[in-house]
């Protein structure tokens, strides 16, 4: 018989764990006795608790799947990011279902020629509600003793709100480019150090001024800039 067992120490509270392998002694076709065999895997037993404490709690999503890219687990962090509300459900997909765009292969598989090398790279994975989350995947291959690829372990970094405001505000970039290109007067924005900006002056010319001639005028001081920036003066 093979199993495991706790053993706790007269004097000392901290628990032993052990894998036991029990034979039983027969004599004369009659059990006498039992001999056991007992190895300590204490400090391999405490290193899984400390892991799958870190797992649970982790902030982001982290995963262990299949390298055809069925999760095997996930933690709380990543069902709650996904839109889940237990892991069962998440669980419960099939590799393909992750993905947000159904016509490529599964998101967190791998090559059949994969090396298990450590991955780094931008994901988008399809949440319960059908929106697409985007992440930064790390996840790297788990052999056994026999040196055998049993599973790929990573984490997610959830950067959805990070890209949803890089995207606003390249657009309101391009907006603002679009409106001093075609706005044909005198343009000043006021900083809030009450500096003035001259962002465009198409009249320029027609006075007979330059951007750095302007600059020059009262109520500014050139302060160098190209644009011909300066301060207010009272």
């Given at each position: 018989?093979?199993?495991?067992g706790r053993v706790r120490f007269k004097n000392n509270p901290r628990p032993f764990y052990f894998d036991c ?41 982290a995963y262990f799947s299949t390298p055809e890219g069925r999760l095997l687990d996930a933690n709380p962090a990543l069902v709650s990011i996904l839109g889940y509300a237990t892991k069962q459900e998440i669980l419960a997909l ?141």
């Amino acid at each position: 018989m093979v199993g495991h067992g706790r053993v706790r120490f007269k004097n000392n509270p901290r628990p032993f764990y052990f894998d036991c392998a029990l034979n039983a002694i027969i004599k004369s076709d009659e059990v006498v006795g039992v001999s056991a065999l007992g190895r300590d895997v204490t400090e391999q037993h405490e290193k899984e608790l400390r892991f799958t404490e870190l797992f649970e709690t982790l902030q982001e999503g982290a995963y262990f799947s299949t390298p055809e890219g069925r999760l095997l687990d996930a933690n709380p962090a990543l069902v709650s990011i996904l839109g889940y509300a237990t892991k069962q459900e998440i669980l419960a997909l099939e590799a393909v279902q992750l993905n947000f765009d159904p016509a490529e292969p599964p998101v967190l598989g791998r090559a059949a020629d994969d090396r298990g090398g450590v991955r780094a790279r931008e994901i988008s994975l399809r949440k319960k509600d059908g929106s697409a989350a985007v992440f930064l995947e790390s996840s790297r291959a788990v052999w056994d003793d026999a040196g055998k690829l049993i599973r790929y372990q990573g984490t997610l970094v959830d950067v959805t709100e990070r890209r949803k405001l890089e995207r606003q505000v390249a657009q309101q970039e391009e907006f603002r480019r679009r409106l001093l290109e075609s706005f044909p007067d005198l343009i000043l924005v006021v900083d809030l150090e009450e500096r003035l900006h001259v962002r465009q002056f198409a009249g320029a010319g027609f006075v007979g001024m330059s951007m750095r001639g302007l600059a020059g005028e009262e109520g500014f001081r050139d302060t160098g800039q190209f644009s011909g920036t300066g301060r207010a003066v009272p």
